[in-house]
């Protein structure tokens, strides 16, 4: 992989998209969600692999000896995400991806909901 490869880790952002609008979706249904962070903030070494893998928000150049770090584009997307859900009075679902995707959530289990109501009546 690439350095330009590794910073631009579109299949990253999407997976933390995807994530993130499903944890919208289990707090639209109830679930109690404290905190989440992603693994892993930099890239590093890892016992098995050693520095080959690269799974970081941020990119490590392991032969500079300053050992330069360079935001990754998934690092991007999480700061945007998280610095708009930690100001004071944002509800936690304010990040999500679509502005609008926990009432969407809510308003299908409520739906839902109410459907198996209506067959429990009349069953």
Known sequence: MTVQ???HDKFRVDYYRGYLENLCK??????????Y??????DNFE????????FGIN????KSPALT?????SGRFL????FKVGQPGVPATAGCADGNVVKKHRKAHKNQQQQQQ????QG
């Open 69 to 73: 770090r360079t935001t990754k584009d």
């Open 5 to 7: 490869e590794a910073i």
């Open 37 to 42: 962070f992603a693994w892993s903030f930099m």
């Open 59 to 62: 990119y490590v150049d392991f």
């Open 79 to 82: 700061a945007k995400y998280f």
């Open 118 to 121: 209506h067959n429990g009546q």
């Open 26 to 35: 289990a707090i639209s249904e109830g679930v109690q969600v404290k905190t």
């Open 47 to 54: 016992w098995r692999e050693g520095y080959s893998q690269r």
